[in-house]
């Protein structure tokens, strides 16, 4: 994410409940920035999950996967 000044590559988890979310994040805050590299990867690290919900515990849920993945395709193939 290097137009927020954030020159160093995003290490998120690769598996488990909260890396979905972390990856949702990611995937979020790539497209905020314009950054295609993070956003292909939270596409990639999410594509496994599209039809399930994004919750890293009871507390934290980040929504249905498919609707970040469609938002991640809209960016990059948009």
Do not use: K, N, Q, Y
């Not at 995937?27 to 999950?49: N, S």
């Amino acid at each position: 994410m290097i137009r927020s000044g954030w020159s160093r590559p995003a290490r998120i988890a690769t598996s488990g409940l909260l890396a979905e979310v972390l990856w949702v994040l990611a995937g979020r805050a790539a497209i905020a920035v314009g950054d295609r590299r993070v956003a292909e990867r939270a596409r990639t690290a999410l594509t496994p999950a599209a039809d399930e919900v994004s919750a890293g515990s009871g507390v934290l849920t980040a929504g249905p996967v498919g609707d970040h993945l469609a938002a991640l395709t809209e960016f990059l193939d948009g």
